[in-house]
């Protein structure tokens, strides 16, 4: 499975972006997609989190400014940030976690990551 980001960019502080990722597979709904982000240095961190159910979990430090949204028939997932600020600025990355039952065991996939700059 593959995952293909779009969106990203640079935005000035109190704007919006919008993050796209969309899996190369609609046989089958990833049971979670979701946004992780990393800056330099750190590791990754879940930004938001989307279960096929619609369920969603959000980092504390982006409740109430991201909002995650999901299409399982297409297997695509979005990220709409609003509100930036200049700590948002990361390279974010689309996560599928899904559970195979063939195999018995929990995947990850990864979409490559897109730049989100934040300028204050």
């Known amino acids: 499975v593959q995952l293909q980001a779009s969106g990203g960019g640079l935005a000035q502080a109190g704007g919006s972006l919008t993050l796209s990722c969309a899996a190369s597979i609609t046989s089958f709904s990833i049971n979670y997609m979701g946004w992780y982000r990393q800056v330099p240095g750190k590791e990754r961190d879940l930004v938001a989190r989307?279960?096929?159910?619609?369920?969603?979990n959000y980092a504390d430090s982006v409740q109430g400014r991201f909002i995650i949204s999901r299409d399982n028939a297409k297997n695509t997932v979005s990220l709409q940030m609003n509100s930036l600020k200049p700590e948002d600025t990361a390279v974010y990355y689309c996560?599928?976690?899904?559970?195979?039952?063939?195999?018995?065991?929990?995947?990850?996939?990864w979409g490559q990551g897109t730049l989100v700059t934040v300028s204050s």
């Open positions: 996560n599928g976690h899904h559970f195979s039952s063939a195999a018995n065991r929990w995947d990850d996939y």
């Open positions: 989307i279960t096929s159910g619609g369920a969603t």
